[in-house]
């Protein structure tokens, strides 16, 4: 997600974003930098282990709107890639953040 949310910082790629349909309205390229924000913070959050299930919220409802809004519900098959990320942050909800990461750090019981 870091990947993709590096895209931000690229002028040229996120004007070639707000070309597509969905984004031609007004409020367009707004929405397009604040999805590539979130997949950016959102993948550092998840890295780092640091608020996982912010992140991991952030994450699901960014790659739900790309695969039913901007790809029109077809997860079986072209919209498959922003779905598994998805899951993959369903996966990440449940489960918490790992033994290694900084939200364990922070929110452990203290003895």
Request: hydrophobic residues 50%.
């Amino acid at each position: 997600m870091i990947y993709h949310g590096s895209e931000v910082f690229d002028p040229e790629k996120m004007k070639m974003y707000t070309t597509w349909d969905i984004f031609k309205n007004s409020s367009g390229s707004v929405m397009v930098y604040m999805g590539k924000s979130a997949e950016l913070l959102a993948g550092i959050m998840l890295a780092l282990g640091c608020f996982t299930r912010i992140g991991s919220v952030m994450l699901i409802l960014t790659m739900l709107y790309l695969s039913f809004f901007v790809g029109h519900g077809k997860i079986w098959y072209e919209d498959q890639y922003p779905f598994l990320f998805a899951l993959l942050g369903l996966v990440f909800f449940f489960t918490g953040p790992g033994k290694w990461s900084i939200d364990n750090l922070l929110f452990r019981p203290r003895r």
